[in-house]
């Protein structure tokens, strides 16, 4: 498990981003805080494969309750990470999975794999992302 952060620095109902090293590529995950527990998902958009929110770090939508992409506004379900409005409707984001241990966020995979795992992910996205 590789340590994130501590629950603490995500202030409930809100989200942020890390980044994940690997030997093909650098990629970013996002936590979601809910209560004491935490959600992640790679901050991918399957509409076009961009990041969800480049550069402000900001994830959710005005009234906390789904992740937004700034990009062209889809809405994901925080629960299931799927899209429920917007141009990638019915699709999902990918999760990451996640854990609070002693007050710790982890996530629970090895870079290496995750990352094997996720480029695997978006190869598929990209034909979809092309139309
Ligand atoms: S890139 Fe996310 S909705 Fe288009």
């Not at 409707?89 to 966020?105: A, I, Q, R, S, W």
Request: charged share 30%; net charge negative; proline share 6%.
């Amino acid at each position: 498990m590789i340590k994130l952060c501590k629950l603490d620095d995500i202030p409930d109902g809100e989200a942020r981003g890390f980044n994940i090293e690997g030997p093909k590529l650098a990629q970013r995950l996002i936590v979601i805080r809910q209560d004491d527990g935490v959600l992640g998902y790679l901050d991918v958009c399957p509409h076009t494969g961009s990041r969800l929110d480049p550069g402000r770090n900001t994830f959710m939508d005005d009234d906390g309750e789904h992740i937004r992409c700034s990009i062209h506004g889809a809405l994901f379900r925080i629960q299931s990470g799927e899209c429920i409005d917007g141009p990638c409707f019915g699709d999902k984001l990918h999760p990451c999975p996640v854990t609070v241990k002693d007050n710790d966020v982890y996530l629970e995979r090895e870079n290496v794999e995750l990352v094997d795992e996720l480029t695997q992910w978006m190869s598929d996205l990209e034909p979809r992302a092309a139309e």
